[in-house]
């Protein structure tokens, strides 16, 4: 469905965009920087803690990632303790593309995205949106606007309004993370 949308968007010269906030972010590019190479090491694994559903918090969190990491040719490990309820999809998720990435169904913790790396670790608690970097027992905390989301993402569209490829882009590279979560739901 969301192809066809896209393709009628793209027909009638309709701008789009997914509401995936945290890619809106002018502080991403710091981030990314915590996360090279020669400070970071080689990805080893993500975690993402979740406790509000896999379309409602991994949506998000596998669209943030995907700013830093390539997600492509994902493929499913294992399902543990997976159900539907309260109109999403809840459980513990093994995946793997080119690394390990693990979504963790909680109850009683904070949401987070946890990514490590053989030299250091990046953990990002999403609803009290800190994001901290551990190398070597010691703690930088990352400043990020994650809390302005709304507004960063207005502002995009005010600068972008009329760049619809640019807009188009961004909008087919989620579509490819809800492909993957239907993937992962669709055998319950």
Do not use: P, W
């Amino acid at each position: 469905k969301l192809q066809f949308f896209l393709k009628y968007c793209k027909k009638n010269n309709i701008n789009l965009i997914m509401n995936y906030t945290r890619n809106f972010s002018s502080r991403l590019n710091k981030i990314s920087k915590f996360l090279s190479k020669n400070k970071f090491g080689k990805l080893k694994k993500i975690e993402i803690i979740y406790k509000k559903g896999v379309y409602n918090s991994c949506s998000h969190y596998l669209s943030f990632i995907n700013n830093f990491f390539k997600l492509d040719k994902i493929r499913i490990i294992k399902k543990e303790n997976f159900f539907k309820g309260n109109q999403d999809y809840f459980g513990n998720v093994s995946l793997k593309s080119t690394f390990d990435l693990n979504l963790l169904f909680t109850k009683h913790k904070h949401e987070r995205i946890n990514i490590i790396g053989s030299k250091g670790r990046l953990s990002y608690i999403t609803e009290k949106n800190q994001v901290n970097y551990l190398i070597s027992k010691k703690k930088t905390m990352i400043k990020c606007d994650f809390d302005k989301d709304q507004k960063n993402m207005i502002n995009f569209v005010k600068k972008n309004i009329y760049a619809r490829k640019k807009c188009y882009k961004i909008f087919e590279k989620n579509i490819f993370i809800l492909q993957t979560l239907n993937k992962i739901c669709k055998k319950i």
